[in-house]
């Protein structure tokens, strides 16, 4: 399938092996990947925070057009 034509296709799809997946999927990665790298529950609200933050910075330096809430 061409670039460009469906949910699954963003800019991470195609940087991580050409991973045709749904942004809520690359979500639930960075969720449980952002668990692992502080050794927490993914439950556990400090995962939420870090995630936002990483949102903003993203969003602050042009990466993620869309704004946090």
Not at 42 to 47: H, L, M, T, V, Y
């Amino acid at each position: 399938m061409p670039y460009g034509r469906s949910k699954s296709d963003n800019e991470y799809a195609r940087t991580v092996f050409d991973v045709d997946a749904p942004k809520t999927v690359w979500m639930a990665v960075a969720v449980s990947f952002a668990a692992r790298l502080i050794d927490r529950d993914p439950g556990d609200p400090e995962i939420e925070t870090l995630i936002r933050a990483e949102f903003r910075t993203l969003h602050a330096n042009g990466i993620v057009p869309q704004k946090p809430r």
